[in-house]
């Protein structure tokens, strides 16, 4: 069990690692501190933290190979920190399982009201052992199912053609989502404010970043489903608006 109200901030900045202390120290965490992603590693390992805060550029092991390895052993929620000029930085930590990333120089109350979003989510990363038969409700009930993809929100598992999937949490939501919607489009708009919770200071605007970190995530999923966007079986774009799932 992780440490109720843990976090760690792995920053080599002094003066910004402490200023993320302090705003989760304000928002009820107990915080600890590393300038590096090996020492960071250590403080995952032995505190199990609920929320963790990774700069990209570090010294040494950078921000990308040290979230692929928090990831590995935790399901912490990952909140990665770059440099507004280095977008494609967020979306390749995106891509190594974080959860979502902020642009320095950041607004302490964004952070706050990130973390509080993702608060709301539900912490498991690995939906299913490997193997493991689905422990499926009475009469199926709860599934979504579309054309042998099978998900259950509510026990965060998920198999394609009886094969058990290993999604990020984001990557759950937004398939979960589109199995809710079935051939209704959701845009990348409306994709961000739901993994959001649509209720954090600013999330009436969308940013380019985060309609292209949408695009990042689908692609990851379409990768781990074995889809394509050219002939899709199950997630299909609609060009200039988003997506939705193939017919029938």
């Known amino acids: 069990m992780h440490e109720s109200r843990t976090a760690v901030v792995i920053e080599d900045e002094q003066d910004i690692r402490s200023l993320l202390a302090a705003v989760l120290e304000q928002a009820g965490f ?54 507004r000029t280095e977008e494609i930085d967020a979306l390749q930590g995106l891509e190594a399982g974080a959860d979502d990333y902020l642009a ?30 689905d422990p499926a409700p009475e009469d199926g009930a709860g599934w979504l199912e579309h054309r042998g993809l099978r998900l259950h929100p509510q026990m965060r598992m998920a198999s394609a053609d009886g094969v058990d999937l290993d999604l990020t949490r984001t990557e759950f939501d937004i398939l979960a989502e589109l199995l809710a919607h079935g051939r209704r489009v959701l845009g990348k708009s409306e994709l961000t404010l739901t993994l959001r919770g649509g209720r954090y200071t600013g999330a009436e605007f969308v ?42």
């Open 104 to 133: 320095k120089p950041f607004r302490p109350r964004e952070l706050r009201a990130r973390i509080d979003a993702m608060l709301r989510r539900p912490r498991s990363h690995v939906l299913a052992p490997a193997g493991a038969e």
């Open 207 to 248: 940013s380019d970043s985060d309609a292209r970190a949408i695009e990042v995530h689908i692609a990851n999923l379409r990768r781990k489903l074995g889809d394509t966007a050219s002939r899709p079986r199950w997630i299909e774009t609609v060009r200039g608006v988003g997506y939705r799932l193939t017919a029938g």
């Open 30 to 83: 107990a915080v600890r501190t590393a300038a590096t992603g090996a020492e960071g590693l250590q403080l995952i390992a032995d505190t199990d933290p609920l929320v963790t805060t990774l700069d990209v550029n570090m010294p040494g092991m950078d921000g990308f190979e040290t979230a692929r390895r928090i990831r590995a052993v935790s399901s912490t929620y990952l909140v990665i920190l770059t440099a």
